[in-house]
Nanobody, 115 residues
């Protein structure tokens, strides 16, 4: 059974930081690419960051320089370090693991940036 479980969300003030985790099980994690997505109320889900099996990363322009994605293959986990958070970063954050046409989603973790 494949599971992706996000954690680490919460309420943070503007300018603050959070680290999200996406723990996976049931897949050969090391061969999967993993994306971090977010969806704000009334908006479409958007790709925030992407980590390849080799650890290469890509970021949406809106988060470049503020967010850092990484992976630990020994722990089957991907991370998203978020700094200098802004109110517009408020959203439900999801991870998605994909390989060879197979894709799996977690249920998300809520990030709220507000004073």
């Amino acid at each position: 059974q494949v599971q992706l479980v996000e954690s680490g969300g919460g309420l943070v003030q503007p300018g603050g930081s959070l680290r999200l985790s996406c723990a996976t099980s049931g897949i050969t994690f090391s061969i999967y690419s993993v994306g971090w997505y977010r969806q704000a109320p009334g908006k479409e889900r958007e790709l925030v960051a992407f980590v390849t099996p080799g650890g290469n990363t890509n970021y949406a322009d809106a988060v470049k320089g503020r967010f850092t994605a990484s992976r630990d293959n020994a722990k089957n986990t991907v991370y998203l370090q978020m700094t200098s958070l802004r109110p517009e970063d408020t959203a439900l954050y999801y991870c998605n693991a994909r390989w060879n046409g197979n894709g799996y989603w977690g249920r998300g973790t809520q990030v709220t940036v507000s004073s």
